[in-house]
């Protein structure tokens, strides 16, 4: 009686029990999962080839992005326009302000270097063989993580939008492909987790977004940046920052980038898949993180922020790509944005709980 009381709680996959069996067969997968990557890269090639066959890329990037109204950035945000320019020199000069601590890379950019405190994570490494915490020194995978999240890259194109000087689009070509060159599917430092993929990713797509009426932007080079999207596409499915119980801004990430390169790739089936299961569990996770009150279940109004960011950009691009929004998603919106707005009066205090 006993053992039949076990069988039954491992066949129920609603089940901690199967959950944890579940992440074990999932564990000796992945010593296999590294000898597949050639395979992806052969399924990545071939969807690209048929999606470039199949769509006018610029056109449909504008109308999935809602791209239309770029012509009004220079007029709608003439006052930040010296600002943003300025920023965009520092990084055509490869100086980069993050985490507090300041670099300029003569030459090239060193995409492995963890710049305060000179560590270099040794290239063309299988991901999951990089040890990423070291609790006995003051090395931080941060560094390069974050400069691989390439946030500068909207900055290179909103400099673009202003200027038209094609100076920016050389920057943003040459950066992205040594990028890409130097950090192979699978094969850096920067591959070790999911939510800077994500961001990553999106932040390719709006920067390239930016620069889709340069000439400077070949057919080559939009083949290649979609290749690399494609496998973004692949590694944030099959490595879901996903917990049993509570997940958290992490796996909203997740989805949020597997939502937008779901929606560029649709018509093939795998990203079809993509965006299918995305929507379904971004709508369940903002239902679980976000309380009835507004705020993130977190509590630290930092996230909280990058919640926000992370659900509004999601369902402004679904909206805008004719998905039904459910009212109760709108309504849990708003109380955040009520939330934001509470926290940060200038009688207001803002707490901030967490890192």
Request: glycine share 4%; net charge positive.
């Amino acid at each position: 009686m006993k053992n039949k009381f076990h069988i039954q709680k491992i066949l129920n996959l609603n089940d901690r029990y199967a959950f944890f069996l579940i992440k074990s067969f999932k564990k000796i997968f992945l010593i296999f999962e590294k000898y597949h990557i050639t395979f992806d890269k052969f399924q990545a090639n071939k969807a690209v080839k048929h999606y470039l066959q199949t769509n006018d890329f610029p056109i449909l990037l504008k109308n999935r992005l809602s791209l239309s109204d770029l012509t009004d950035f220079p007029t709608i945000f003439r006052q930040s326009k010296d600002s943003i320019i300025e920023e965009a020199q520092m990084y055509l000069q490869h100086t980069f302000s993050l985490l507090g601590t300041e670099v300029t890379f003569k030459g090239k950019i060193d995409w492995h270097l963890d710049f305060n405190s000179g560590y270099h994570w040794k290239k063309n490494t299988y991901y999951k063989k990089y040890q990423q915490v070291e609790i006995n020194n003051n090395i931080d995978v941060k560094y390069p993580r974050e400069l691989s999240r390439c946030h500068h890259f909207l900055v290179l194109g909103q400099a673009y939008l202003f200027t038209e000087d094609e100076k920016y689009t050389i920057e943003f070509i040459d950066q992205i492909s040594d990028w890409i060159s130097e950090n192979p599917y699978k094969k850096s430092i920067n591959w070790g987790c999911s939510m800077d993929v994500a961001i990553r990713a999106s932040n390719w797509i709006f920067a390239l977004g930016m620069f889709l009426n340069s000439p400077k932007i070949s057919s080559g080079f939009i083949q290649k940046i979609l290749f690399s999207l494609y496998l973004h596409g692949k590694y944030i499915y099959g490595n879901p920052e996903k917990n049993y119980l509570q997940n958290h801004n992490h796996f909203l990430a997740d989805l949020a980038g597997q939502i937008l390169l779901g929606l560029i790739f649709k018509e093939m089936q795998d990203p079809k898949l993509w965006l299918e299961d995305g929507i379904y569990s971004f709508y369940k996770e903002i239902r679980s993180q976000i309380l009835p009150s507004g705020p993130s279940y977190e509590r630290s109004t930092n996230y909280h922020r990058l919640v926000t960011e992370l659900i509004t950009y999601s369902v402004i691009i679904l909206k805008n790509n004719k998905f039904q929004i459910p009212q109760d998603i709108l309504y849990r919106l708003h109380q955040m944005f009520l939330f934001i707005m509470n926290y940060t009066k200038p009688d207001k205090m803002t707490p901030v709980i967490g890192d």
